[in-house]
């Protein structure tokens, strides 16, 4: 029986976000790990720097929308329209809805022309009533192959940026890689 390869996915949704994302860009270098960057196009267009830093550092970056619309509560055709809006600065395929959550027709109509990326775990690092122990705890059960979703955002940073750096020495320690998605 062959033994499952010990591969992680980072993911960071929200940003580009200044001096958050580009922290987080250095943490992933000091440990050699490459992650994917779900990003909003409302920040591409303020951040266009970071964007490019982040992509020249080679990890992915995929669509996140344009302006982060909760699908639950969106008219479909809107909801469409803005993703539409942030999918000329992507050269793929992959879209992670925001929160994570879209109405089953969204999702049969996004899934013709994207690769809909969620998560295995959250590191709840957005909520600011948690603590990075908290976050750490959520994150530390991943296993093989699971999709670990942080935030790049200025409401997540105190918590994410220590979690993430927790998580790196945890997971090498135990033989671990870290892999952008690819299409």
Known sequence: ??????????TFDDGPTPDV???????LEKYHAKATF????KNIEQFPHIFEKTKQSGHTVANHSFSHPKGWTTQTKTYLQDIKKAEIFFDNNLFRPPYGKITPR????????????????LSRDYNPKKTVESCFNYVKKSKASDIIVFHDSIKAAPRMLETLEKTLVYFIQKGFEF????N
Request: aromatic share 18%.
């Open 1 to 10: 029986m062959q033994q499952e390869k010990k591969i992680l996915y980072l």
């Open 21 to 27: 994302t580009e922290k987080v860009l250095e943490i």
């Open 179 to 182: 892999h952008k998605i690819l």
């Open 106 to 121: 969204q999702y049969w109509l996004l899934r013709k022309k994207y690769k809909v990326v969620f998560w295995n775990v």
């Open 38 to 41: 779900f990003c909003l196009g």
